[in-house]
Nanobody
């Protein structure tokens, strides 16, 4: 089970931190991905972390602005989003691909959260 939180309304240039609480123990061995879907658009991979490998992966559109991290003790994955732009507006989802290396292919992720809305607008 995955539960996202932290979405909201923010002005352009602002920041938000999304959280995804997972089941205990999976953070170290599963690829944990963040995806987003804007109205009328396909789901897009944003970032991934494989905590035990220390590996991360980012979409070009968010490199340098978003940071993915994990906290094993809290069974939580975070997506820190800085310098937000209107085009970042979407529903953001976290997902897991058990025992996989990091990637951003949404069809290969097995478990998904319910999503959290992020709106960037002045």
């Amino acid at each position: 089970q995955l539960v996202e939180s932290g979405g909201g309304l923010v002005q352009p240039g602002g920041s938000l931190r999304l959280s995804c609480v997972t089941e205990g123990g999976i953070l170290g061995y599963y690829a944990m991905g963040w995806f987003r879907q804007a109205p009328g658009k396909e789901r897009e991979g944003v970032a991934c972390i494989r905590h035990d490998q220390g590996s991360t992966l980012y979409a070009d559109s968010v490199k340098g602005r978003f940071t993915v991290s994990g906290d094993n003790a809290k069974n939580t994955v975070y997506l820190q989003m800085n310098d937000l732009k209107p085009e970042d507006t979407a529903v953001y989802y976290c997902a897991t691909d058990p025992w996989s290396n990091c990637h951003l292919i949404s069809s290969e992720y097995d478990y998904w959260g319910q999503g959290t809305q992020v709106t960037v607008s002045s």
